[in-house]
T-cell receptor, first 114, second 116 residues
Framework: ETGVTQTPRHLVMGMTNKKSLKCEQH?????MYWYKQSAKKPLELMFV???????ENNSVPSRFSPECPNSSHLFLHLHTLQPEDSALYLC?????????????FGPGTRLTVL | AQSVTQPDIHITVSEGASLELRCNYS??????LFWYVQSPGQGLQLLLK??????LVQGIKGFEAEFKRSQSSFNLRKPSVHWSDAAEYFC??????????????FGQGTRLTINP
């Protein structure tokens, strides 16, 4: 596997379910990101992790719980979601440099909340 | 806080025609600027980026973009489009966050349709 992978690619869940999204990067990066892409809205940054430490939480509801056990893996644990949480969830990774860095994205998980 | 405006939600061009997608940004310092492309059901692929130096940057798939500080713009161009260029295009501006990790703010996106 190369680049950034995400599993599952599609997920349908009820509002009372608990599920997790997984992201893995094979690029040797140390920063990882979760974004939410809803219809008709710009991509929204949700969380940033750098060297496994969370450095940004963009006022995300607590029903979304991220976990970053190491620099290569990032999870998004989901519980008690709402239908408006249905979206494409994108993971990205980067190698931060003092002169700026570039984020590389995975293919996303299409989440549908019933 | 930084922001990005892509004025055109949807553009249609004929195959072989030239293309320009507009992007205007707002940011107080020197911006890091990006163009990404997204095909249906896919993630975002980096087309090109501007960090510093030459204001005309070349990217993949024959795309280029020009940074114009005076106009706060970073428009994407291609001299001759191909049917495979049909996709959604996103402009983004980055600012350094904590510990150097980039915080990207994206525009709304421009959907490109190619007429045969």
């Amino acid at each position: 596997e190369t680049g950034v992978t995400q599993t599952p690619r599609h997920l349908v869940m009820g509002m009372t379910n608990k599920k997790s999204l997984k992201c893995e990067q094979h690029l040797g990066h140390n920063a990882m990101y979760w974004y939410k892409q809803s219809a008709k809205k710009p991509l929204e940054l949700m969380f940033v992790y750098n060297f496994k430490e969370q450095t940004e939480n963009n006022s995300v509801p607590s029903r979304f719980s991220p976990e970053c056990p190491n620099s290569s893996h990032l999870f998004l644990h989901l519980h008690t979601l709402q239908p408006e949480d249905s979206a494409l969830y994108l993971c990205a990774s980067s190698l931060p440099l003092t002169g700026g860095d570039t984020q590389y994205f995975g293919p996303g998980t299409r989440l549908t909340v019933l | 806080a930084q922001s990005v405006t892509q004025p055109d939600i949807h553009i249609t061009v004929s195959e072989g025609a030239s293309l320009e997608l507009r992007c205007n940004y707002s940011y107080g310092a020197t911006p890091y600027l990006f163009w990404y492309v997204q095909s249906p059901g896919q993630g975002l692929q980096l087309l090109l980026k501007y960090f510093s130096g030459d204001t005309l940057v070349q990217g993949i798939k024959g795309f280029e973009a020009e940074f114009k500080r005076s106009q706060s713009s970073f428009n994407l161009r291609k001299p001759s489009v191909h049917w495979s260029d049909a996709a959604e295009y996103f402009c983004a501006v980055g600012a350094l966050g904590i510990q150097g990790a980039q915080k990207l703010v994206f525009g709304q996106g421009t959907r490109l349709t190619i007429n045969p």
